[in-house]
């Protein structure tokens, strides 16, 4: 049961009050930066710049009256300074009726103060409010101080996932022997994508992994004109008769130099499945410049030892953690 809390009125002085885009956003992106700067990998430093520009969109938007002020999660505050930051929002699929808890910080002055346990306590009354029937979250496994906060509460693990980066300067390894055939993928093969990640992570993971088939709509002109635009290039393959058994998508990003890996093995499969998959991304990712490249993987499987042999560190162990309202 949810403990409930008393959301103050949002121009108190002191404690928890619901987010104000207009007037916090630039606040809240700094907090974060300062609680989570240091452990990014290239992609979150892209988001973390992504978020600087869009506060700042914020700040001239709200001079000029046009804001939409929504709430979208909940901040402490100190003297109207803004010391603690909880995000909440609609979790998809939509049809799981879940939300999902993101960038918890709390400014280090002002840690041990019961901060974080007043933001989690708002989002769990927010939810129940909303009529959510879950609320989901991922918290690193060496954070044991936050994870015990959260299964105070109810949070119970589903599932566990690693969060890989293969540095810059590793050398590429050279495959030889008999490879898998591949095709190209096709925005209508999104539902065998999907199958596959069925079959790789149970239901209530794949719901705080917010795992879809629009996730996987690869490929078309269209999608790769937007990608080009962006400053991202993109390549996807599937290899499998009847179903898909190995999926791999590259992408790249040339803004900001990084490349990312989506890579999908079923269980069933061993460990030259697993050789061929990453094998084919490797090939695949050398046509383009040796930056960093990330990769999200379960734990222990024949295709996340084949990852560590090519060079890959992991970068963070995430828990997913899911609260049933």
Not at 66 to 75: E, H, L, P
Not at 139 to 151: I, Q, T
Not at 255 to 274: G, I, N, S, Y
């Amino acid at each position: 049961m949810a403990v409930k809390v008393k959301v103050r009125h949002k121009t108190a002085k002191r404690g928890v009050r619901p987010v104000n885009p207009a007037r916090d956003m630039a606040a809240i992106v700094e907090l974060i930066a300062m609680g989570f700067e240091r452990e990014l990998d290239p992609q979150g430093r892209k988001m973390l710049a992504q978020m600087r520009q869009a506060a700042r969109h914020r700040v001239l938007a709200s001079l000029a009256g046009t804001v939409n002020a929504d709430s979208t999660g909940f901040v402490w505050v100190e003297g109207r300074r803004v010391v603690g930051n909880l995000s909440l929002r609609n979790a998809l699929p939509g049809r799981t009726r879940g939300e999902m808890i993101g960038n918890v910080v709390v400014h280090p002055d002002y840690r041990g103060m019961g901060i974080g346990r007043a933001l989690v306590e708002a989002a769990i009354d927010a939810a129940q409010l909303h009529q959510s029937r879950w609320i989901g979250l991922e918290v690193r496994n060496d954070n044991p101080v936050a994870a015990g906060l959260y299964a105070r509460y109810g949070f119970r693990e589903v599932g566990r996932q690693l969060h890989l980066l293969r540095p810059a300067d590793v050398p590429w390894p050279v495959f030889d022997g008999p490879s898998r055939a591949w095709r190209t993928s096709q925005p209508n093969d999104r539902l065998l994508w999907a199958d596959l990640a069925n079959a790789i992570y149970p239901e209530k993971q794949r719901w705080v992994l917010e795992v879809r088939p629009s996730l996987y709509k690869f490929g078309g002109f269209e999608r790769k004109l937007n990608l080009w635009l962006s400053g991202m290039q993109e390549q996807a393959w599937l290899c499998g008769e009847q179903r898909a058994q190995l999926a791999l998508r590259v992408k790249t990003e040339r803004r900001h130099k990084f490349h990312f890996w989506d890579v999908l093995a079923h269980p069933a499969e061993d460990d030259l499945a697993a050789r061929a998959l990453v094998a084919k991304a490797c090939v695949a990712t050398r046509r383009f410049r040796f930056w960093p490249v990330i990769a999200f993987v379960p734990e222990d499987t024949a295709l996340t030892r084949m990852l560590f042999n090519v060079g890959f560190k992991v970068h963070r162990a995430l828990v997913q953690m899911m609260l049933e309202l």
